[in-house]
């Protein structure tokens, strides 16, 4: 079949969409005043909520206008939608809204698989039902909502003298005949060829129905997309024609009309008639239609019944609806079948699934519920305060998160003596990849790659400070985390998690010492019972591996197809705590991996380790007074942690009550801890976590990027003005950690 996609006009047509998107832009820029709620309809103006957001953010330092992004027709699937060159300026334009909504949860499914498939984003249920994407440190909500008739107008219409009218015509035309109907398109996704040949085939299977039934076909022909119209009207002409020479005439009432719509009174009129609706659609946004049937057939007409296909949205909605996939002829003939055989019992029991629902669900209903859905949405992502649930390891509570404020940082670092530095590698000092299209990799997204040179140069001259302790815990192995940093003198390591750690080595002349806690596992007998459970997956997923560690066993599902990667770990995990029961281990599902831990184990042990023999080595004068604790995800959460009870244990926590941070509640009248810390000296304490999100850190930085310019000022190495620090001029910088 001859193709008119000529790839050479995509350019053309983009530059189109885009000039379109944004003289709409700027029409709402005039019209809109802080405060206001824009909802973007369809497809045409993707773009529009990130033209209006920078524009926002540009005049007003941010974003003043509540968007909603309602899409009206199918999200393709991920497969085909990333073969688009501008697909991420799509999605990232629809992203900007606050909430993104769709009329079947099978399209919001493609767009999710999107979202995560070509930007590497993950979403999560929300309590009320919605779905959460974590983009640009926001949280877009994602929702299914649809949308009924106008029961108000049909009525009106039904009562009307001309719908009655057009009804009896149609009865007349057709005495003694079952009537099925439909009104189509005349483009290949409607399905209609697929409709005739299944008719077809019904009046050649079963011949009682020859001359009982009647399909009255009504094909518009909206002159929207020429070339497919004429093809499809070729088609169906020369079927109806082969229809009507096999079986007669008055088998097929076929019509074509010029326009997009059928007129709502022959609608009606068409409704009363017929006794069976089928729609064959192959690809379709919500059609109301079938809807409309329903409700024109409501008691005390007897009840119709709608015969649709599986790939359209109202399949979704209508639960007394016959379903069908249209490219398997048969079943539809069955189907269509069923439908004008079926007994008024069913008939009325199908009725009644639907006639409430569609009844109630008007536009103007439908619209208060994305309003709801919307003040929902912007009303728990607020920017100041971050709501976080218990967790298994953590228990969190609702925390006033505060920007980083690098100046405040900066003097007290150099206000100080004895210094300790503690970071995350990761996702901190190292940006961590997006999984994005191209999913293929055997190994993690951060395992091999060193931190920029920007990066490695702060570490250096922090690292020879004397007056500093400087370390990175990763959880890397540690052949990855030397090959990454292990060049730069005076840095301690820790791997796997904390499983080991190495005290920093002065020179390449000093071989690195590790040393590793015991967590009292029997790992020899726990790989005995896991290593044979993990090969049973790795065989049925293509691109998982397993790896084994100091202290660690991991299953690794980066290179998979990530939902089926997703769905074996999800069976995994179970299998392997009943496998391993009888031993103190426990299972972390981090971003593409399933680990096997001690139970014991995670990075606030060797946290804790660090601070106390760094306490022991230096006390009276020489004791800590500053400490910087850095992570991006929940296993640096422990860190913070460790530190906290740290401080609390010593006797800064009960000398030096005066605070800032808001965490001094926790900390004020701790017991003292017996050394370690001066307490005629103010000791600071900084807990930053990566991204702002549920998190045990007091302070936060957007990205490693940020983290790099702290690194940078700390050290000497930059100006603080460089540092973005203006941008957040309006933010709350009261919840500095650190003890006056």
């Known amino acids: 079949i001859e193709s008119n996609w000529d790839q050479g006009r995509l350019d053309s047509w983009w530059t189109s969409y885009m000039k379109v998107n944004a003289t709409f832009a700027e029409a709402c820029q005039a019209l809109l005043k802080p405060g206001d709620t824009l909802w973007c ?207 007669g005439p008055h088998v097929i009432d076929y019509k074509e009309l010029r326009g997009s719509t059928l007129p709502r009174e022959q609608r009606m009129g068409l409704w009363l008639a017929a006794e069976v609706f089928i729609g064959t659609a192959l690809r379709e946004g919500l059609n109301l239609l079938p ?42 003939v069955q189907s269509m079948e069923k439908a004008i055989s079926m007994d008024m019992s069913e008939r009325e029991g199908r009725r009644i699934r639907d006639i409430e ?88 997204i951060t395992m091999g790659r060193s931190p920029k ?37 005076g840095l ?27 967590f009292g596992v029997n790992w020899d007998a726990v790989k005995q019972i896991a290593l044979p459970i993990l090969a049973k997956f790795t065989a049925r997923t293509n691109g998982s591996i397993v790896q084994v560690r100091e202290a660690t066993i991991g299953w690794s599902y980066y290179s998979c197809d990530p939902e089926w990667g997703a769905l074996q770990a999800s069976y995994l995990a179970p299998e392997l705590a009943v496998a391993l029961r009888g031993f103190s281990v426990r299972f972390l599902h981090l971003k593409g991996c399933i680990e096997i831990v001690p139970r014991r184990l995670n990075k606030g042990v060797v946290v804790r380790k660090i601070l106390q023999d760094v306490a022991t080595r230096h006390r009276g004068a020489e004791a800590m007074d500053f400490m910087l604790c850095m992570g991006d995800d929940v296993s640096d959460e422990r860190m913070f ?36 810390v001066d307490p005629e000296r103010p000791v600071y304490a900084f807990t930053i976590t990566v991204g702002k999100k549920a998190s045990q850190a007091s302070q936060f930085v957007h990205n490693a990027t940020e983290v790099e310019g702290l690194l940078d000022t700390l050290s000497g190495g930059g100006s603080i003005d460089s540092l973005g620090n203006a941008n957040y001029a309006g933010e709350d910088r009261s919840g500095i950690s650190f003890f006056e």
């Open 453 to 489: 040179p920007k990066v490695i140069l702060a570490l250096k001259r922090l690292c020879a400070d004397p007056r500093n302790t400087v370390f990175v815990v990763s959880g890397l192995t540690k052949e990855s985390l030397v090959n990454c940093v292990g060049s730069i003198h």
């Open 291 to 332: 809807i409309e049937y329903v409700y024109a057939r409501k008691s005390p007409c007897t009840p119709g019944v709608v015969v649709t296909s599986e790939f359209s949205a109202v399949c979704a909605i209508m639960n007394g609806a016959i379903r069908f996939n249209p490219f398997d002829v048969q079943i539809v």
């Open 641 to 676: 942690t460790s530190l906290f009870s740290f401080v609390a244990e010593s006797d800064v926590a009960s000398s030096l009550p005066s605070t800032n941070s808001p965490h001094a509640d926790e900390r004020r009248g701790a017991s003292a801890w017996g050394g370690g």
């Open 41 to 247: 309809h369809d497809y045409h103006l993707a773009l529009l909520p990130k033209l209006l957001d920078a524009s926002e953010r540009t005049r007003f330092g941010r974003r003043t206008t509540r968007i909603i992004f309602f899409l009206h027709i199918p999200f393709p699937t991920s497969q085909i939608f990333r073969e688009l060159e501008c697909g991420v300026a799509i999605l990232e334009g629809m992203l900007h809204a606050d909430i993104v909504g769709f009329h079947a949860f099978d399209h919001a499914r493609h767009f999710l698989n999107a979202v995560k498939r070509i930007l590497g984003l993950n979403y999560e249920s929300k309590i009320g039902g919605l779905i959460g994407v974590q983009y640009r440190n926001t949280t877009v909500m994602v929702t299914v909502n649809h949308v009924s008739i106008e029961p108000a107008i049909l009525d009106r219409c039904l009562q009307k003298q001309e719908t009655q009218d057009a009804a009896q015509r149609l009865r007349q035309r057709h005495p003694n005949r079952v009537l099925m109907c439909g009104v189509d398109t005349a483009q290949k996704l409607a399905g209609v060829t697929l409709k005739l040949l299944a008719y077809e085939r019904l009046l050649t299977d079963y011949p009682l129905w020859h001359a009982r039934v009647v399909l009255v076909q009504r094909v518009l022909v909206p002159s929207n997309r020429p070339t497919d119209e004429r093809r499809t009207l070729r088609e169906l002409r020369f079927l109806v024609r082969r229809i009507q020479g096999s079986f």
């Open 357 to 444: 629902f569609i009844s109630s669900r008007c536009s103007g209903q439908w619209t208060r519920k994305i309003l709801l859905d919307l003040n929902e949405a912007v009303g728990s992502s607020g920017e100041d305060t971050i709501s976080l649930e218990q967790t298994s390891n953590h228990e969190f509570k609702e925390l006033t998160f505060s920007h980083a404020h690098v100046p405040s940082i900066k003097e007290a670092y150099d206000s100080t003596k004895r210094r300790i530095i503690i970071m995350d590698y990761g996702g901190t000092l190292v940006e961590k990849e997006s999984p994005g299209k191209y999913l293929k990799r055997e190994v993690s």
């Open 492 to 518: 301690g390591l820790a791997a796997s998690n904390g499983a080991c750690f190495s005290w920093p080595i002065k020179d390449d002349t000093e071989e690195r010492i590790w040393k590793s806690f015991e």
